[in-house]
């Protein structure tokens, strides 16, 4: 199994990837830089804060990705609420070899409250006829349950008549990221190693809630982390001095250049095999 990331990391590149989402609302500020190839490319136009990220009643694509990332993007209808936070465009999932992570697109709400809710429900053997009932706000199906309050996430599995928390409760590393709204990271263990499963996410405040997608649910297929190789560029050769070889290796989680992990060099000139060293430097790999 490939080596994957710290968490601290992921989530870095959850940010790196939520800044290329919202590209037309941090531009001027962002503090990470759009990242090499189009991630989310073609997603519909997203907002700051407090303006609509899709206008009400456009016609909404979905579930849509990228051809060589895991990255799916789904889509909710604007202003459809009248107290809950308001779900958007550009709701996201992804995942590598350890854990799946999730982030829920809030236009109108600059950070967690204690006054909402957020919750999704995860149908993990995609059968609606099995799982939780459906009531006011809650879809039907679910097996599982990852609910957020006030920044912390939980864990519930349905019960046959409730959702219980999990004993002892994995850990769902959870953060509200500015301009975008909840992203979290969850073991793909503590999901039961599924391979694939279908979501609703749910916000409420009071009796009001937004449940994306309105009627139905979405699809997630998880992949086996890739790593795509690209040109390779190889320095001239002098006498006396290292040879150095180069190469963007594009991780398929966030569809972004891989900088860390293992690398192993090797070489043949004229028949002799030559080793080497290997670096992650300027967003390459690098073999000297
Ligand atoms: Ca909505
Ligand atoms: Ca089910």
Known sequence: MLRCTP???RCALFVVLVAGALLS???GNANFARPQGAILAGSSPASSAGAPCTPSGSRLRSQRSTSSSTIHSYDDFVEDVQSAPDICSSNIVTNDNLAVMMGIHIHDRPAFSVDD?????????????????ALPGEPAG???????L???STLRRWS????????PQPAISTEWIDGYGPALEIGRKDLGEVQSFTFVIVTSNGADHDLAPDAGSWSYTLSELELAPGRLAVGQAKAGKPLVARMVVVRSDFDVALEEGAIKCSAEIGGKR????????DERVRCT
């Open 142 to 148: 679910a097996e599982l349950l990852i609910e957020i």
């Open 160 to 167: 046959g008549t409730s959702f219980d928390q999990l004993t």
């Open 7 to 9: 968490r601290r990391v």
């Open 150 to 152: 006030d920044g912390t």
């Open 274 to 281: 030559l080793g080497g060293e290997g670096a992650f430097a």
């Open 117 to 133: 809710g957020y919750r999704i429900y995860l149908d993990t053997d995609s059968d609606p006829a099995t799982g939780s009932g």
């Open 25 to 27: 609302a941090s531009a």
